[in-house]
């Protein structure tokens, strides 16, 4: 009796031990970081994917090694990065090449140059499409996501530079250097159904809320961000930072360029590179009012969230708790230097599969699939 006692206790134990093994495998976040980014390759030294575990303290795992080697060997610098959690892919632009890394693997499965080169994509929800814009030109190359095939071009002739897919996937939202224009891609038919605007300068950096009823567009010239409804095509508001003046800048050549949404909407981060620093709005009330300010320890090009939206990622290198809104820790490599980039996302994994996939643009996640 006391052996088959002691038996049932050690193989509770050891349920107990699965169920916690499980448990932690399945809360595992990655966070994913591509270099070089903000900073040129000769000033920093860094190339490849960067791996930090987000519930330890973003701590450093590993470098990936990737490609976008010119032909001297030396990285080009890196336009944008995306993933897909249906179809275990990473994927990784650089202004003449778009790669393809396998997940579970962590190796390069292709690389492919296109005319015109590469600029900051986004891949639709499902995996199976790349939209890649070419490198401050006139064209989208849209792209099968499995094989790095052309499979269409789209050429609103304007400057093309960033490119956000409808959390839905039915269309994809297309903002070039060279416009103040928003185009609207039907993601069916790969021809523009529509324009956004225009707005009072060329779009910079820009995101959407998940219903796809509102953007929000930084724009050349503004320290701040504008409004723009979705479903009618007019701009709705300009909204300006208070209490700090525009001043030089060494990167980008406007003073905000980028912005986020909460994944809850209820907050508006946008950049503001002069005066090193994240301004937050309110996003309840339209249009949405200044709240708080962040110093970070160097020119902000970029924000983005954790899934969950506990954790705030600028191009900087801290990591900021979104409810605190204090600064938690800060990225460095294998060998201690700071990390800086503005390519970077969350991949949840359980195992070796992964789960859940972020999104550099910091799209907001109410409503996802209520419209378009």
Avoid at 57 to 64: D, E, S, T, V
Avoid at 183 to 209: M, Y
Avoid at 227 to 245: A, P
Avoid at 331 to 346: F, I, W, Y
Wanted: net charge neutral; aromatic share 6%; hydrophobic share 40%.
């Amino acid at each position: 009796m006391r052996i088959r006692t002691v038996m049932w206790q050690v193989l509770g134990v050891l349920m107990l031990l699965a169920r916690l093994a499980d448990a932690e495998e399945a809360s595992r976040r990655l966070l994913y970081v591509a270099e070089p980014g903000i900073r040129n390759y000769l000033e920093y030294g860094g190339h490849g994917v960067l791996v930090f575990d987000i519930d330890q303290g973003h701590k450093f795992l590993r470098r990936i090694p990737s490609g976008g080697l010119n032909e001297k060997g030396v990285p080009d610098n890196v336009k944008g990065i995306c993933a897909s959690a249906q179809t275990d892919r990473l994927f990784v632009s650089t202004i003449r090449t778009l790669q393809s890394i396998d997940l579970k693997t962590d190796k390069v499965l292709w690389e492919r140059a296109y005319p015109g080169g590469c600029d900051r994509m986004a891949i639709s929800p499902d995996g199976q499409v790349i939209y890649l814009p070419s490198l401050e030109k006139e064209h989208w190359h849209v792209v099968n996501a499995a094989s790095g095939e052309v499979i269409a071009r789209i050429a609103p002739d304007s400057k093309s530079h960033n490119t956000v897919f409808g959390p839905n996937g039915k269309v994809c939202y297309l903002a070039g250097l060279g416009s103040p224009f928003l185009s609207v891609a039907d993601a069916r038919s790969h021809t523009i159904a529509r324009q956004i605007g225009p707005f009072s300068a060329e779009i910079r950096p820009f995101t959407v809320n998940g219903s796809q009823t509102l953007c929000f567009v930084n724009v050349n010239k503004l320290l701040g961000f504008e409004v723009g409804d979705l479903v009618t095509g007019k701009m709705l508001h300009r909204v300006e930072v208070t209490g700090f003046t525009q001043g030089p800048i060494k990167r980008h050549g406007c003073p905000s360029h980028g912005i986020g949404m909460t994944p809850d909407e209820k907050e508006i981060w946008v950049c503001d590179a002069a005066n090193q620093r994240m301004h937050l709005f309110d996003a309840t009330q339209m249009p949405p009012k200044q709240v708080a300010s962040i110093q970070l320890r160097d020119e902000p090009g970029w924000i983005t969230f954790s899934i969950d939206g506990t954790l705030a990622w600028p191009s900087t290198g801290e990591v900021i708790d979104v409810k605190t809104r204090k600064i938690i820790a800060t990225l460095t490599d294998e060998e201690g230097r700071a990390v800086q980039s503005e390519k970077l996302l969350e991949l949840d994994f359980r195992g070796s599969d992964a789960i859940a996939a972020g999104c550099q643009f910091g799209v907001g996640a109410v409503g996802v699939g209520s419209r378009e």
